[in-house]
């Protein structure tokens, strides 16, 4: 038997169809499609709180849960000013360190005072109250025995004095 060459034809689609257009199309889309992206870098991790380092000997150091109240509305900004962690030096060499920590309307305040070594007195802190008269925060007697005073000047510092036994010191505090 001879085969006979057949006219039956094998089509794909059938003509004018829009299937190999779109065969074509979606074939050069997924060619023209870009590399997946790579994920992005994980985002750093917050770095953990630095272990503050102890301070030396002899320093004046306040506890790291002093808090300090902001003045509220009503008390006068010449008051408002003394607010806040002060530290310095008195006579150059002997630390000294004030929170202010509430300011009344009237001026009296509470504080938190710490003192470094100073002359035969081993560091120490106390908290007191005190009243501001003027621009002069005097506080009370501190239970070392010691009276303290701070004067705002005109550039924001506090000027200090410290009498103890008799001997007086005096130095500037800035606002920490």
């Excluded at 008195?90 to 100073?118: C, F, N």
């Excluded at 009276?147 to 550039?155: E, K, T, V």
């Amino acid at each position: 038997m001879a085969f006979k060459r057949s006219s039956v034809r094998f089509r794909l689609a059938p003509p004018n169809s829009p299937f190999p257009m779109l065969g074509f199309a979606a074939f050069m889309l997924a060619a023209c499609q870009s590399a997946p992206e790579t994920p992005p870098p994980p985002a750093p991790q917050p770095a953990l709180p630095a272990v503050a380092a102890p301070a030396p000997e002899g320093s004046a150091v306040l506890d790291p849960s002093v808090a300090i109240t902001p003045p509220a509305k009503g008390v006068p900004s010449r008051y408002a000013a003394f607010s806040g962690i002060w530290a310095g030096r008195l006579d150059g060499m002997y630390e000294g360190k004030l929170a202010v920590l509430t300011i009344s309307p009237r001026g009296q305040v509470t504080v938190t005072y710490a003192w470094g070594d100073l002359a035969d007195n081993r560091p120490g802190v106390a908290d007191g109250a005190g009243k501001i008269v003027g621009q002069t925060l005097k506080l009370g007697r501190l239970p070392n025995g010691a009276d303290a005073s701070f004067a705002m000047l005109p550039d924001g510092t506090l000027a200090a004095t410290y009498t103890l036994a008799g001997q007086t010191y005096t130095g500037a505090f800035a606002r920490q």
